[in-house]
């Protein structure tokens, strides 16, 4: 009794039981240890065999024979491509980083700059015409510039001989009449010229037929009636010529001489180019249609021209003979 006391109580105790069994076992079992926990190792998997049949490596393998037995030339092909890949030269990774790398701006044509061109200078041009047309298209806003040499036109225009004409397009009525005004100031102040205007209104001129204008369609509207006349009151012109005068011709002096002596009229000929600005808005330079007109008499002008040489040659041909 005293015995299985003192084991009951020893065994109370996790190492005493312990000690006790290893004591009933050490003579033919092995001594009792607490099992140590070991970390299961995970992704580590063995090898895998696909299952494949040997019917199919063999139908497989003599497709791949027949295949090369048909076409050899696409294993050369192959061969030099990948040759070709080889001897690349690797692509340049740039430093700068993509938020900071900025690509160049692709021009493309834009109708307003178009627009806005100036056109070429004629043959032996007079050297104000470039300040000039400079002058109209930047400093003024002038659209759609065009120029036309009617200085060899026989006989000349009513406007006067030695011509040059250069039309422009305004953008509203009230541009048409500020670029005129500002066109004649800048020839008066910068060039000591004296133009003139046909059909602009000077600044105090227009508010006062405005003026004019409104109190007239005020009277009509307290007598009870409206103002319906598709008149010309004289506000709406879309059209300003701008006579410049005589200037310095860039032609040389051998050929305002030969022209001199083939002269026949009243006094002498008039020296110098002279030049004109058609300032016109959109809807009244479609309706004119300047460009037609004048084209088409510098086209006689140049078949006349032909035909006077042709007839020199012909007759320089048989007094030859």
Known sequence: MVVRRALVSSASCSHCHLALLNAFTSLSLRPLTRPRYTKPIIGVVGPRRT????????????????LDDEFP??????????????????????????????????????????????????????????????????????????????????????????????????????HLHVSADRFCRWLKVTYKLSPYADGLLGRGELKLKLKRKARRARLLSNVGSSETSNADDGLRTGWICVNVGRIEDGRKDDQNAKEQEGYVGFGGESGGAKVVIQMLTEEKREELDLEDLWGKMLRRQVRKEERIAKGQEELMSVQGL
Not at 51 to 66: E, I, N, P, Y
Not at 105 to 112: A, E, F, I
């Open 73 to 174: 030339e696409e294993e050369g092909i192959l061969e030099a491509e990948e040759n070709a890949e080889g001897d690349e030269a690797p692509e340049t990774i740039s430093s700068t980083p993509w938020y900071l790398q900025v690509e160049a701006p692709q021009r493309t044509s834009d109708p307003l700059l178009e627009r806005q061109q100036i056109p070429e200078l004629p043959p032996d041009p007079p050297p104000l015409l470039k300040p000039m047309l400079e002058h109209i298209s930047i400093d003024l806003g002038l659209d759609d510039l065009t120029i036309f040499d009617l200085r060899k036109i026989d006989p000349p225009p009513a406007l006067g001989a030695k011509l040059l004409m250069i039309l422009g397009t305004a953008r509203s009525e009230k």
């Open 51 to 66: 299952f494949v049949s040997s019917v199919f490596k063999q139908s497989d393998l003599a497709r791949q024979q027949h």
